[in-house]
């Protein structure tokens, strides 16, 4: 999605043109984990920042 539409994650696409697409997937899968983790030990509800 990011390589289609790079507003949507334009983080994500930036570093899409620097490592390959296996290794970004794996850094998104661990973003992902990182932020349920928090959630869950905290007992908060997730809120995406306003960009």
Same mark, same amino acid.
């Given at each position: 999605?990011?390589?289609?539409?790079?507003?949507?994650?334009?983080?994500?696409?930036?570093? +899409?043109?620097? =490592?390959?697409?296996? !290794?970004?997937? &794996?850094? +998104?899968?661990? =973003?992902?984990?990182? !932020?349920?983790? &928090?959630?869950?030990?905290?007992?908060?509800?997730?809120?995406?920042? &306003?960009?």
């Amino acid at each position: 999605m990011a390589r289609k539409d790079a507003a949507r994650q334009p983080w994500l696409a930036q570093r +899409l043109e620097r =490592k390959p697409v296996k !290794i970004e997937t &794996a850094g +998104l899968a661990t =973003k992902t984990a990182r !932020i349920a983790w &928090a959630v869950m030990a905290h007992n908060e509800v997730y809120l995406v920042a &306003a960009a």
